[in-house]
């Protein structure tokens, strides 16, 4: 296993106890950069583009759905945070590609 997926990983298991609940100090700040380091590596910038757009689309959908609802929607909207701040350093990283000699 590589470093990305490693990070992917643990972004997606903070992600996924933020979204039920779990109390994590500072988990904004832990999603965020756990996402920019998932996106840093990323392999897939394509992927990682159109998921992060799709997640952000079906976030708040999903609230309808009886008993776990809430839960769903706070996971997908913890893993759109994930999807966002990998997206934006993936594209700062194309951005540097591009305009270095």
Same mark, same amino acid.
């Given at each position: ?19 039920? #609940?779990?109390?994590? %100090? ?13 996106? !840093? !590596? &990323?392999? @897939? ?10 997640? &952000? ?5 999903? #609230?309808?759905? %009886?008993?776990?609802?809430? !839960? ?8 759109? @945070? ?7 350093? &993936? ?9 270095? %000699?």
């Amino acid at each position: 296993m590589n470093v990305g997926k490693i990070v992917t990983q643990l972004a997606v298991l903070a992600a996924v106890l933020v979204g039920v #609940g779990v109390p994590i %100090p500072e988990a904004g700040i832990v999603i965020a950069v756990l996402g920019g380091v998932a996106g !840093y !590596y &990323s392999e @897939d910038r394509q992927g990682l583009l159109i998921g992060a757009i799709a997640l &952000s689309i079906v976030a708040g959908g999903l #609230g309808a759905i %009886p008993a776990v609802g809430g !839960y769903i929607t706070g996971i997908v909207e913890a893993l759109a @945070d994930v999807a966002a701040a990998g997206a934006v350093v &993936s594209l700062l990283v194309a951005t540097f590609e591009k305009v270095k %000699p």
